[in-house]
């Protein structure tokens, strides 16, 4: 397997993970894994997006990648400790007040990423620019939202999911790459 393609797999299983693991296998889907599983799982599969990140740098290096990427990995840290303690009832309002934090800086990562990612000729110019849009319009409803509004707001979700759907199509376009 080339790099494109172990690159794009990445970013398409980034982009896949929600889908898979809340919509299919979670409680709100067939219900094969409990709240705890599925948490642990997303944050187990969603790690392929700063990896996909880190190997498209390799085709053209530039800072705000960098820094973006330091910034996912640090939130994406606390994101695993909210999303582990929303798995116990009595701890539940503290998981939406580190949740709140810690999802919209993941997303001012990856969309600080993106506008680096738009300064390179990794992907076509208007993807990269739809997908920086995306995240920073995610990243300012989510840091703006109340801590309990982040699992029910129907203005976020289409977001969060136009995010994910984005980063399938930058996995292909990687995959059909040529270097």
Known sequence: MNTNTAN??????????????????GPE?????NEARAEQLFAYLFFSLPIAIMM??????????????IIIVASMSMAMVADALRTTPNLTEMS????????????????????????????PK???GLFTVVTAIGFILLATSEPSAI??????????????VILIV??????RRSD
């Open 8 to 25: 794009g797999l990445l970013f398409i299983v980034a982009g896949l993970t929600p889908f898979i693991v809340y919509l299919g296998l």
């Open 29 to 33: 889907g067939v219900g094969i894994l």
């Open 56 to 69: 498209a740098r390799r085709i053209e290096k530039n800072y705000f990648m960098d820094g973006g990427l």
């Open 96 to 123: 939406h007040a580190v949740a709140v934090t810690a999802y919209s800086s993941t997303i001012l990562g990856v969309s600080v990423c993106g506008a680096g990612i738009y300064k390179t000729n990794i992907f």
């Open 126 to 128: 208007w993807l990269s």
């Open 151 to 164: 699992e029910t707001s129907m203005i976020i979700l289409p977001f969060l999911l136009s995010f994910h």
């Open 170 to 175: 930058l996995g292909v376009f990687m995959i």
